[in-house]
């Protein structure tokens, strides 16, 4: 049963992306069904702290607050979730302005009617606009996405996105890291279902850019894709 949603917005260096995040987040026809809005910060002294503060004391939202990280790394971070999510479902939604905001409203009647279901706002839907996206990357990003959803006998075009809402008991019984986040789910057997969404990268913005790093972290999911489907469902 979905009761209400836990949107967790991680931030490190995001300034004025962070706010747009926040004031989407705020002015979205799904606020009546959020019950906490987490800051969730790097640390207390990150470029996105003082920004979170001044979010918390303009913005009149008693259900915003600030989390610090106990880990270093977002990875570690991530499993930090059930102890921030004090709702049914939570969604992870990245504060570098890219996905909008918006999307959370179509996502939640999904969500309310499939309540055991993952329902995510895919990039590489059909349907979505997308701007200013590098060649690139986004050319291997599908490639995996579309590798992995071939793997696991779904259709799907974004496997690897962390713009869902997902149910909060799966996610206690999964304990997935980031690369596994969806790919645990779909070894189960749980409904993955997919809207357009709007991603929108600044124009301007510098690409960060490797080969030998986006190679490494397109062996890395592979790898991920090959163990998780192998695993036996009373593994997982």
């Not at 959370?104 to 996206?133: Q, R, Y």
């Not at 709007?198 to 890395?220: A, P, T, V």
Request: proline share 5%; net charge neutral; hydrophobic share 40%.
């Amino acid at each position: 049963m979905f009761e209400s949603l836990t949107v967790i917005i991680p931030a490190s260096n995001e300034t004025q992306t962070l706010t747009n995040t926040v004031d989407g987040v705020l002015d979205s026809g799904a606020y009546d069904d959020i019950s906490r809005i987490v800051l969730f910060l790097k640390s207390e002294n990150c470029p996105s702290a003082e920004v979170a503060k001044e979010l918390l004391r303009t913005r009149n939202c008693d259900k915003m607050e600030i989390v610090i990280q106990k880990t270093s790394t977002y990875n570690d971070a991530f499993k930090e979730i059930p102890h921030l999510v004090k709702s049914s479902h939570f969604l992870v939604l990245v504060s570098d302005g890219e996905m909008d905001p918006r999307t959370i409203e179509e996502l939640v009647p999904i969500a309310k009617e499939k309540p055991e279901s993952i329902v995510c706002g895919s990039k590489w839907h059909k349907d979505s606009v997308v701007e200013n996206a590098p060649f690139i990357q986004s050319l291997g990003s599908k490639t995996i996405n579309r590798f992995a959803a071939l793997v696991f006998g779904v259709k799907a075009t974004d496997i690897f996105s962390i713009f869902q809402i997902y149910p909060l008991e799966l996610y206690k019984k999964t304990n997935a890291s980031i690369a596994e986040f969806t790919l645990k789910p779909l070894r189960l057997g749980v409904e993955y279902i997919e809207i357009p969404t709007i991603y929108k990268r600044e124009k301007d913005r510098e690409s960060n850019f490797n080969f030998s790093g986006f190679l490494k972290m397109g062996l890395g999911y592979l790898k991920c894709i090959f163990r998780i489907r192998f695993t036996p469902k009373d593994k997982i």
